[in-house]
């Protein structure tokens, strides 16, 4: 994706997300590297980005978990 489809799908996310949040910020949601200055950003080191990935991954296997239950119940 291109960097103006993603400040489009954030610009979505926000209005819908906006009536539901007392406090929030475009920049809080799907935060793109544009958003902070370079010397702002940091490189995750292997072990970071691989806990990152194991994370994500975990996440998603709970979420599917979930979806099956819940479409089983119909």
């Not at 080191?45 to 991954?57: C, D, K, M, V, Y």
């Amino acid at each position: 994706m291109d960097n103006m489809s993603l400040q489009q799908t954030r610009m979505v996310m926000y209005a819908a997300m906006l009536p539901h949040y007392k406090k929030l910020n475009i920049t809080d949601i799907l935060p793109l590297p544009g958003d902070k200055p370079a010397s702002a950003r940091r490189v995750l080191t292997a072990e970071e980005e691989e806990l990152q990935l194991s994370t994500i991954a975990r996440m998603d296997a709970e979420a599917k978990a979930d979806h099956l239950k819940s479409n089983a119940k119909i």
